[in-house]
C-alpha cells in the first residue's frame, strides 16, 4: 500500500481524481437544461427551481466541507468509489420525484456526495507541485465533460425521455468515475504544517473565500435561469439549451486561457477585471430588449469565458494569503455554495414565470465580489509595508 504525499502522484493518479471530481460536477453544466425540463414538465415551479438548485449545489459545498473535517485520507479510494455509487443511486431516486420540495430532498442528497468526490479531486490539486495551474486543468477537463453531457442530453436523451432520462444518463455518467477507481491512491498523507507556525484564521485568510462565494453567487443566479432569459429573448426551449453547450465550450476555452496565463498575470488585478466584466454582461442581458437572441448568445459566450477563466484565480488568491493550503482546500466548497445561494436569492424575487429579476441580483453579486477583491488588495499592501 502506498500512501500518497505532496508531489509524489502519478499522472494516471492525477487525472482519475479529476475526472472523478469532474463526473461529480457535471450537475454544473446541466442544471439549466435539467431545471428548465423540470419545469416544462410541470414537475416543479419556476420559483422552486432555485430552491432545487440552491439544494444540490448547496450540499456539493457542504460534502466538500466535511470530507476535509471528518473523512480519512487513509481510506480515500474506498470514500471517493462509494461516494460515486451514492450519487448514481441518488440520481436514479430523482426520477421518481415531483413538486419542489421532494426533489429539492433529492437532489440535496446527491450533492452531499457529489461533494465528497470533490473533495478528493481538491485533496489531489493542493497536494501538487503546482496547484494553480492543475486546477485550471480540473476546470477544462470538468467543463469539456459538462459540454459533451450538455449536448448529449439536449440532442439525444431529453427529447425522447424528458427529465426523467436526463437523470438516468446523469446516473450513467456517475457510474463512469467508479472506473477511475483503480487509478486513485490508495490513501493521502495530511498536508504538512505549514513553516511560519500553526495556521489561524483572519479576515485576510477570509476574503479569498468570500470573493470566490460571491463571484460563483453572481455567476449561479444568472446561470440556473438561463432558460427561461433564452427564451425571453426570443430562442425556443432546445435552441437555449444549445446556448447551455456553447457556453460550456467558452468555458473551456476560458480554462485554457487560465492554464497558460495563470502564472502571468497578476492575481487581484486579473480577478477585479474579470468580475467588473462579468457584472457588465449581467447587467447588459438584464437590459435587452425582446428579441434579441443574437446579443444574448454573444453575451452567454462572454459570460461562459469569464466564468471558467477566473475561477482558478481563486486558488491563486488563497494561496496568496495562506501558502500552507489550508485556505485553498476550502475554495471548491465556497465557489460551491455561491453558486447554490445565486439562485436562491434569486428564486426569492422571481413572481410567476418572469425571469426579469435575475440579471440584477447576478450584477449585485458581481459587485460585491468586486469589493472583495479591492480589500484583498489593499490588505495586501498593508503587509507588504
Request: hydrophobic share 60%; glycine share 10%; net charge neutral.
Amino acid at each position: 500500500m502506498k500512501i500518497v504525499t505532496a508531489q509524489e502522484y502519478s499522472s494516471g493518479q492525477a487525472g482519475a481524481a479529476l475526472l472523478t471530481g469532474s463526473a461529480a460536477l457535471l450537475i454544473l453544466g446541466l442544471q439549466p437544461i435539467l431545471l428548465g425540463e423540470l419545469v416544462a414538465g410541470g414537475a416543479a415551479s419556476m420559483e422552486g427551481v432555485g430552491v432545487v438548485a440552491m439544494a444540490e449545489i448547496m450540499a456539493l459545498g457542504l460534502g466538500v466541507a466535511l470530507g476535509d473535517c471528518l473523512l480519512p485520507l487513509t481510506r480515500y479510494r474506498l470514500v471517493t468509489v462509494l461516494a460515486a455509487l451514492s450519487a448514481a443511486g441518488f440520481d436514479i431516486g430523482s426520477c421518481g420525484a415531483h413538486g419542489d420540495i421532494e426533489l429539492a430532498v433529492w437532489r440535496a442528497a446527491a450533492g452531499l456526495v457529489e461533494g465528497i468526490q470533490v473533495w478528493a479531486a481538491t485533496c489531489v490539486i493542493v497536494r501538487s507541485a503546482k496547484p494553480d495551474r492543475l486546477v485550471a486543468v480540473f476546470m477544462v477537463v470538468q467543463t469539456a465533460s459538462q459540454s459533451a453531457a450538455a449536448a448529449w442530453l439536449a440532442w439525444g436523451v431529453i427529447p425522447h425521455g424528458g427529465w426523467q432520462a436526463g437523470f438516468q444518463a446523469l446516473a450513467l455518467l456517475a457510474m463512469l468515475a467508479v472506473l477511475c477507481a483503480p487509478c486513485l491512491p490508495y490513501a493521502l498523507r495530511p498536508l504538512p504544517a505549514p513553516a511560519s507556525g500553526k495556521f489561524s484564521w483572519s479576515v485576510q485568510a477570509v476574503l479569498p473565500l468570500a470573493t470566490a462565494f460571491l463571484q460563483m453567487s453572481a455567476i449561479g443566479a444568472l446561470w440556473a435561469y438561463l432558460e427561461p432569459l433564452g427564451l425571453a429573448a426570443g430562442l425556443n426551449a432546445q435552441a437555449t439549451q444549445s446556448v447551455v453547450s456553447m457556453a460550456l465550450l467558452t468555458q473551456v476555452l476560458g480554462g485554457v486561457a487560465a492554464v497558460v496565463l495563470i502564472r502571468r498575470l497578476a492575481v487581484v488585478r486579473t480577478l477585479g477585471a474579470g468580475i467588473a466584466l462579468l457584472a457588465a454582461v449581467s447587467g447588459a442581458i438584464g437590459l435587452l430588449p425582446a428579441g434579441q437572441s443574437t446579443a444574448f448568445v454573444l453575451l452567454c459566450a462572454v459570460f461562459g469565458f469569464v466564468w471558467l477563466f477566473l475561477m482558478p484565480f481563486h486558488v491563486a488568491l488563497a494561496f496568496r494569503a495562506d501558502p500552507g493550503g489550508r485556505v485553498a482546500m476550502l475554495v471548491p466548497a465556497a465557489q460551491l455554495l455561491g453558486c447554490a445561494i445565486g439562485p436562491l436569492v434569486a428564486s426569492l424575487l422571481i413572481h410567476g414565470e418572469d425571469a426579469a429579476p435575475v440579471p440584477p441580483v447576478s450584477a449585485s453579486f458581481a459587485v460585491a465580489a468586486l469589493v472583495t477583491v479591492l480589500l484583498c488588495r489593499a490588505g495586501h499592501a498593508g503587509r507588504s509595508k
